[in-house]
């Protein structure tokens, strides 16, 4: 596995740990429909928060979360409508992105919530 893959999995356990330290449950992890897939499915609040992971060594080009493209976007959403439909759930659903970048040791990590508005 590249290190790439390795820290883009290592980005996954951080996000994971992260939401669930937030008082989220974690539903689902890497749940693939198609050629979709959703990084975590997390519920709290009655809310589904469908979560797309970005983990960077650097921010310098552009900001992280501005990497996700429309069609990424539109993968998310095909995925979340399946899963929500395969799973009869009848929650508010929200399509939110954690960016985690690491300096050395040091991670920096950030959650936005209905991420998809915020472009």
């Given amino acids: 596995?590249?290190?790439?893959?390795?820290?883009?999995?290592?980005g996954e356990k951080i996000a994971t740990d992260f939401l669930v330290a937030k008082g989220y449950v974690i539903e689902s992890?890497?749940?693939?429909?198609?050629?979709?897939?959703?990084?975590?499915?997390?519920s709290k609040d009655n809310v589904l928060?469908?979560?797309?992971v970005r983990a960077r060594a650097n921010d310098q080009i552009i900001?992280?979360?501005q990497t996700?493209?429309?069609?990424?976007?539109?993968?998310?959403?095909?995925?979340?409508d399946h899963y929500v439909i395969s799973n009869?759930?009848?929650?508010?659903?929200?399509?939110?992105i954690i960016t985690i970048l690491k300096n050395k040791k040091i991670f920096k990590i950030e959650h936005l919530e209905?991420?998809?508005?915020?472009?």
């Fill in 29 to 42: 992890k890497n749940y693939r429909y198609l050629k979709a897939e959703i990084d975590i499915v997390a």
């Fill in 68 to 80: 996700i493209t429309p069609k990424k976007i539109k993968l998310l959403v095909m995925a979340a």
């Fill in 88 to 96: 009869d759930l009848d929650v508010e659903v929200r399509f939110d």
């Fill in 114 to 119: 209905d991420a998809f508005f915020h472009f």
């Fill in 49 to 52: 928060a469908i979560v797309e």
């Fill in 63 to 65: 900001p992280i979360a």
């Fill in 1 to 10: 596995m590249g290190k790439h893959n390795e820290f883009g999995k290592e």
